[in-house]
Structures are given as structure tokens and as C-alpha cells.
């Protein structure tokens, strides 16, 4: 049952991806990550064409309303890895932590983990939850009625998408990691690198 979840997510990926076209087209990759899922791995799925990220308005935890675009160029030079989230959310709740480790090895001028909540209740509930499992290095942000996740083609939760420094979209990937695991350093340093 949940092979055949994984197996119709990863149909749904391949078929709903983002087709903004630039210049440097390059082939599809899927690139295996540790996990906790059955069978310890999720595949990460590259975009060839790198897309541009949705001008949609989200708000910060103060209420204001932001477009990841508007982070992107308040930090030139950074990329994201940006998590789509909910409280709700068996799988999310549970890579929080590495997602957290994750931002305090590598955040700085040129990387940083952002979460977009989806959560119905608000940006409060969420917090909340980062704050009592210890989560301190995390910026949040909420997509109050999925409209943003639904443009990057979320199809499920959680779904993390990585952005270069340039504001495209590198790939995605539907489905927990261990995202302060050797794998992920090493998808991250690749990707990156060949930005």
C-alpha cells in the first residue's frame, strides 16, 4: 500500500512539474536520500529547466505579507530549501529536528531552510509545536490557504523544495529525510555546486 503511495506521488511529480523554460536545459535526476519511510530512502526529483519561483504573496510569523522572491533578493547569493509543512503532519513533525540541525550546520550568507506552514489553525500552532520540540533556528512562514505550495506542485506532505541563488527552482521532493544526513549534505553540495 505504501509502495503503491510512492509510485503514484513519484507519477504525480513526473507529470505536474514545473515546465518554465530557460536557456540550460538539463536532464531529470532523481537522487536517493535517507529516510525514514518504508525501505529507508525517498527520491529527490531535479528539474532540467530550473523554474522560477511563483510570485504568491505568503505571510511571516508577524503577519506581513512576503514572496519567497522577496527573501531571495534580501539575501542575494543564498539558496533555499524551502519545507512544506503542516503540524498535522505525521512525517513533518518528524523531520523537523534534522531540518533544524540541518540550518544550524549550514545556515548562513550562502544556505538557509525556510518552513511554510500549511496548517489551517494559522502560524501559531506551529510554533508553538517548533517551540516545545526544541526547534530555535528555523524562519517560518505560512501559506494560509496552500495557494503557494499548490503553484510549486506540492502534492503532499511534507515537500521540500531546494532554490538556487538565483531564484530557480532546483528540484523536489515529497515525503520526510533525514536532512542533516550525509546524503543530504551531499545532494545539497552537488546541486549547489553545479549552480
Request: glycine letters at 8%; aromatic letters at 8%.
Amino acid at each position: 500500500m505504501i509502495v503503491a503511495f510512492v509510485v503514484l506521488i513519484l507519477s504525480g511529480i513526473f507529470l505536474l512539474g514545473p515546465t518554465d523554460n530557460i536557456d540550460d536545459p538539463r536532464d531529470v535526476e532523481l537522487i536517493s536520500l535517507d529516510s525514514s519511510m518504508q525501505g529507508g530512502k525517498v527520491l529527490f526529483r531535479t528539474y532540467p529547466d530550473r523554474p522560477a519561483i511563483p510570485n504568491i504573496r505568503i505571510r511571516d510569523e508577524a503577519g506581513n505579507p512576503i514572496t519567497l522572491n522577496d527573501i531571495v533578493q534580501e539575501n542575494p547569493g543564498q539558496s533555499l530549501l524551502v519545507n512544506f509543512w503542516a503540524t498535522w503532519c505525521f512525517p513533518c513533525r518528524e523531520e523537523m529536528p534534522d531540518l533544524d540541525a540541518l540550518q544550524t550546520r549550514r545556515g548562513g550568507d550562502n544556505f538557509r531552510v525556510v518552513l511554510i506552514s500549511v496548517d489551517r489553525g494559522g502560524v501559531k500552532p506551529s510554533r508553538m509545536f517548533l517551540d516545545k520540540i526544541g526547534v530555535k533556528n528555523l524562519d517560518l512562514y505560512y501559506d494560509e490557504k496552500g495557494i503557494l505550495g499548490t503553484a510549486m506542485k506540492t502534492i503532499g506532505y511534507p515537500t521540500t523544495i531546494l532554490i538556487n541563488k538565483d531564484g530557480r527552482q532546483v528540484g523536489l521532493m515529497t515525503g520526510s529525510a533525514h536532512w542533516n544526513s550525509q546524503s543530504a549534505h551531499a545532494l545539497i553540495d552537488r546541486l549547489l555546486a553545479d549552480e
